[in-house]
């Protein structure tokens, strides 16, 4: 077996079930994630007020969760 080229052959271009799926979606629609401690989230993801920020930090996962 030879090894697949890895740049000959174009990428291939979206699913159009995906794209026609995409545009149905609400808006806003939020994905992904860097953190669940985020500052902009804590209307967004959490509803919570919290004493701290400590206490954000050691019990916001649970709410994103």
Known sequence: ???LPLF???LPGPDPRLVELARAM???V???TSSWTFEGWKVLVHRRRY???KDFVREALREYA
């Open 26 to 28: 609400p808006d806003p």
């Open 1 to 3: 077996m030879s090894q």
């Open 8 to 10: 000959d052959d174009p």
């Open 30 to 32: 939020h994905f992904g």
């Open 51 to 53: 004493r701290s920020e």
